[in-house]
């Protein structure tokens, strides 16, 4: 049943909706709730088409004044033809309807918003997707805790990390190093091998001493950082990381070094013929080192520090030329570890970055006061602490104070030396010592104030020993 009001045709009856209909001869708008008039274009239909409506025609029968002023609202039309649907009326129903059927203002807020919110996730999804396809792949690898550990925590390894570093498998170390019985050094931490490659060339094997169930995620990240670390090193005056082996069957954590063939500084102070070690041979040996330390901490980035700058960590090759290998590093990633562990274990998971080295750049200070004992060590000839648990330092304090006491510092085995380069060397003593770490100058301000001041040469030996053309042929 549909409300209209047929009277508004009126002002536009011979243009518009039925009246334009000129053939029109049966139309029946019965029994709806039509007001007004019939327009006059209609009214040579029958009345009986009209019937049933609130209508002011009187020819035909219409509804009660009750029924009509009743009605609220239009009602369904049983078989009747609608109206035009330009007409007002039928464009105020049609409205209705739309609006009747329109969703709700909660509803459409919330469509809004989470549209916005599915839109902006996947924009940040797009960048993160475009960022890591960029940067280094990372992996995630679960590794055995120790003992007293319960879980296994997520250790987040860069991929690339070691990517550039020769991997050696266990068996080609075993054969090179004779099963593993060509020892020349050790520690409780570690042992240190010799061994032949098939090649010729001679290397250093160091092998960490720890078994498998005692290997944890944070072991298993320092291990990696490390040789990531030592794999930067390129100098003449450092030891060269060749490569590393790691499996797991057996447990195996190794490093491979370049061998220096003339053993340790310490083993020529302290157990060999100290006569081997002249002055001039001495003093190359001073300069390598500072070179090389300078090379460490104001060269590479970020810096690099020996975690234990002593006379072992000092190789020699067949010239005396010194070559710094941080054999010692063992210790650092054991107790960086146990020193670490708590921390980290309380956030579940560590992430390693490409660039995140440790922070090795803190004990720069630490390393020019260990150069600083290694030279009393070199000129003296006496180790860092003597029998009596008197160290160098304390020892040697005196004696750096008074110019005419300083040849006292030197070796009894040396014969001869040159005033001026063990002022020179004394002076630099005293700056690496200096019990206000702020005050401790930089390797290249030592190594400039050492360089300008000795020889190297061996003119000098020459003119004292006879021994010095072999000398000559060496370091030729």
């Known amino acids: ?32 709730f039509f007001t007004g008039t019939v327009p006059k274009c209609l009214r040579y239909l029958p009345s009986t088409s009209f019937q049933g409506n ?58 809004i918003v989470t549209g916005t919110m599915v839109g902006a996730i996947f924009v ?84 960490l001493c720890i078994k498998e169930e005692n290997w944890s995620g944070y072991l298993e990240l320092y291990f990696q950082r490390e040789v990531a670390d030592l794999a930067r ?66 060269e590479l980035d970020p810096p690099f520090t020996i975690s234990e700058l002593t006379s072992s960590a000092v190789y020699l090759t067949d010239d005396f030329s010194p070559k710094l290998v941080d054999f010692e590093s063992w210790k650092s990633i054991l107790s960086r570890s146990e020193k670490n562990a708590g921390s980290i274990g309380g956030q579940g998971a560590i992430c390693v970055l ?9 004990d720069i200070r630490g390393n020019v006061y260990a150069f600083g004992v290694l030279l009393l060590e070199i000129i003296s000839g006496r180790p860092p602490y003597c029998k009596d648990k008197v160290s160098l330092v304390d020892w040697a304090n005196d004696l750096l104070e008074v110019p005419d006491a300083m040849s006292y510092l030197v070796d009894p085995e040396v014969k001869n030396f040159r005033q001026e380069e063990l002022k020179a060397i004394c002076e630099a003593v005293k ?16 190594c400039t104030l050492l360089e300008s001041k000795i020889d190297t040469s061996v003119s000098f030996d020459f003119k004292a020993t006879s021994l010095a053309w072999a000398e000559l042929a060496l370091s030729s």
Not at 4 to 25: D, F, H, M, P
Not at 234 to 248: F, I, Q
Not at 431 to 446: F, G, N, Q, V
């Open 233 to 298: 090193l390129n100098h003449e005056n450092t030891g060269k990381l060749l490569g590393y082996c790691k499996e797991s069957t057996p447990f195996t954590r190794m490093l491979v070094f370049e061998y220096a063939s003339n053993g340790t500084l310490n083993e020529h102070l302290h157990y060999g013929e100290e006569c081997q070690l002249s002055w001039t041979r001495r003093m190359r040996i001073v300069i390598g080192i500072a070179r090389g330390l300078k090379y460490l901490h104001t």
């Open 431 to 446: 700056l690496c010592i200096h019990p206000d770490a702020t005050k401790r100058p930089s390797m290249r301000e030592l």
């Open 124 to 207: 940040v999804f797009l960048v993160t997707a475009l960022q890591r396809w960029n940067a280094r792949s990372a992996i995630i690898m679960p590794w055995k805790k120790s003992s007293s550990q319960k879980e296994n925590v997520p250790v987040y390894i860069d991929s690339g990390m070691l990517k550039d570093v020769v991997k050696f498998n266990r068996q080609e170390l075993e054969v090179a190093c004779e099963d593993f019985s060509n020892i020349i050094g050790s520690s409780p931490d570690s042992l240190v091998y010799k061994g032949n490659m098939k090649g010729g060339s001679e290397i250093a094997v160091i092998s």
């Open 54 to 111: 609130c209508l002011q025609n009187k020819e035909s029968r219409q509804r009660s004044a009750a029924q009509c002023s009743s009605y609220s609202g239009p009602k369904p039309v049983r078989n009747h033809p609608p109206f035009h649907p330009k007409h007002p009326a039928a464009e105020a129903v049609s409205s209705k309807e739309h609006q009747g059927k329109s969703k709700p203002a909660w509803l459409l807020v919330l469509e």
């Open 1 to 32: 049943m549909v409300l209209i009001s047929v009277n508004r045709y009126s002002s536009a009856e011979n243009s518009t909706g039925l009246c334009q209909a000129s053939n029109l001869k049966v139309v029946d708008f019965s029994y709806n």
């Open 354 to 362: 490409p660039n995140s080295m440790e922070a090795r750049h803190l």
